[in-house]
């Protein structure tokens, strides 16, 4: 990790950041199942942060260093000294050495700072990058590989014309926190308004939503659509034909699209008002030796009758005089407060979460990989003056961009979101929490430990 600066764009001038192994994203470390690798994370960053620290964020004091750093493994199931505790930082010239032992299934996780406190200013800052785990099932489908496959990386900034990065302030000195983060730039693998040229055939796009609080709605200008094979944990039992989805900060989509009867045309990959990319697609016809199997890898659905327990988890968001947020809670709990999600190693509980606010939350687990069950819209205004539940709809299924492994879900506004998850992996302190990272910084984070009995 060290400071660099780095063109986002032809017109742009150079951009000062902060990057893992000299470039925004960082280098996508490429791993397989079954082979453990161990990383040494080194922090070479400047003493002095760029970005406006608050100090009255737990854990941000004013006396803690300015700059420290913790990397984080998101998807990643890692025993508990590797996964990157909030509190483990450490200052610039220390490193650590994590291990991972990849014994799960291929997915496309990735890995960030996970800072007390300044976790949204250094992956502002530029402290992220893919981590793509494959296995021999994955080989087999023969899906699009190589230089046809595309990670992208969305990760919105707000661009000076100078070039630098501004992270937004509140209007109050001394607290200078904001409750979200939505730039000018819709950066795309660093890059702003990039291309790709691309054969008239097949490609597997990997997106991942990078940023600190936007959620996109990719779709291709042409009404083309994507078929969506895989979610934050892996493929899906077969593809799905959508038009466009939704993602939050965290989720990942991994999708395959042809251009094969696109020869000439230049694409944009949108999402709402925004365009990201463009595709050019060469002329001509080419080869594509790849496939789009009709069937991809089974999921054994997780039954709800497994589940030992369910814990209700309510969000909370506090509001001062004049309005404006002054953050959020799971449970009304600060993140140094005594435990209180304690599951069994290798059970199953259902985790509801009931979110009486208006925005919608990505939640993310550590360690584990989950399954949706459902979501239900309630009344939150009534709940939050009442505390009773007035059911409100019918229960609603997953979207397909959701019905896969999840690490990350969606918790709407309004709405009683459940899903289902093992505690496999190892015994330990993890953590789970918001992905905004506004949220999550501003104690929307609370640790969990994985008990052996
Ligand atoms: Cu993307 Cu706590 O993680
Ligand atoms: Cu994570
Ligand atoms: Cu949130």
Redesign the pocket.
């Known amino acids: 990790m060290r400071q660099i600066t780095a063109k986002l764009h032809r017109d742009l001038p150079p951009t000062p950041l902060w990057a893992c192994g000299g470039s925004v994203p960082g280098p996508t470390i490429e791993a397989r199942t079954g082979e453990p690798i161990t990383v040494e994370w080194v922090n070479a960053l400047p003493r002095r942060h760029f970005l406006p620290i608050d100090h009255t964020l737990h854990g941000a004091e004013a006396g803690k260093p300015e700059v420290r750093t913790v990397i ?1 493994v ?1 998807g990643a199931k890692a025993p508990p000294e590797s996964d990157g505790w909030p509190e483990d930082w450490y200052t610039p010239g220390k490193s650590a050495a994590y291990s991972y032992p990849n014994r799960q299934d291929a997915a496309m996780l ?1 890995y ?1 700072d ?1 800072a007390m406190g300044i976790n949204r200013l250094n992956i502002y800052a530029g402290l992220f990058g893919l981590y793509i785990l494959r296995d021999e099932f994955e080989d087999g489908l023969n899906l699009p590989a190589g230089r046809f496959e595309i990670p992208l990386v969305l990760a919105d900034r707000f661009l000076l014309r100078d070039g630098s990065l501004e992270y937004p302030v509140s209007d109050h000195p001394g607290s200078p926190w904001v409750p979200e983060v939505f730039g000018n730039a819709m950066l795309v693998n660093g890059r702003l308004f990039p291309y790709l040229d691309v054969e008239p055939r097949k490609y597997r796009l990997r997106m991942l939503n990078a940023s600190n609080g936007r959620f996109y709605q990719p779709s291709l200008s042409n009404d083309q659509k994507f078929f969506l094979i895989g979610t934050d944990q892996g493929l899906l039992p077969a593809p799905v034909e959508i038009p466009n989805f939704m993602f939050a900060p ?1 989720e990942r989509v991994d999708l395959v699209v042809d251009f094969r009867d696109h020869a000439g045309e230049t694409i944009l990959l949108r999402s709402g008002p925004f365009e990201l990319m463009q595709f050019r697609v060469a002329r001509g016809r080419v080869d594509d030796p790849s496939s789009l199997p009709r069937t991809l890898r089974p999921i054994e659905k997780i039954l709800a009758s497994s589940a030992i327990r369910t814990r209700t988890h309510v969000i909370r968001e506090y509001m001062n005089r004049a309005g404006e947020s002054m953050g959020m809670l799971l449970n009304g709990a600060h993140w140094a407060m005594p435990v209180t999600e304690d599951p069994l190693l290798d059970s199953t509980e259902i985790w509801s979460i009931v979110n009486p606010t208006d925005d919608s939350h990505p939640i ?1 687990l ?1 360690l584990v990989r989950f399954q949706l069950l459902d979501r239900q819209r309630f009344e939150g205004e009534l709940f939050n003056l009442t505390g009773r539940v007035r059911l409100g709809g019918p229960l609603e299924p997953p979207e397909p961009s959701e019905s896969g492994w999840k690490d990350t879900i969606r918790a709407h506004g309004n709405m009683i979101t459940r899903f289902i998850v093992k505690f496999e992996g190892f015994p330990g302190r993890y ?1 789970w ?1 918001c ?1 905004v990272l506004e949220h999550e910084d501003n104690e929307m984070m609370r640790p969990f430990v994985v008990r052996r009995s």
């Open positions: 984080h998101h990735w960030h996970h965290g993310h550590h953590v929490h992905h």
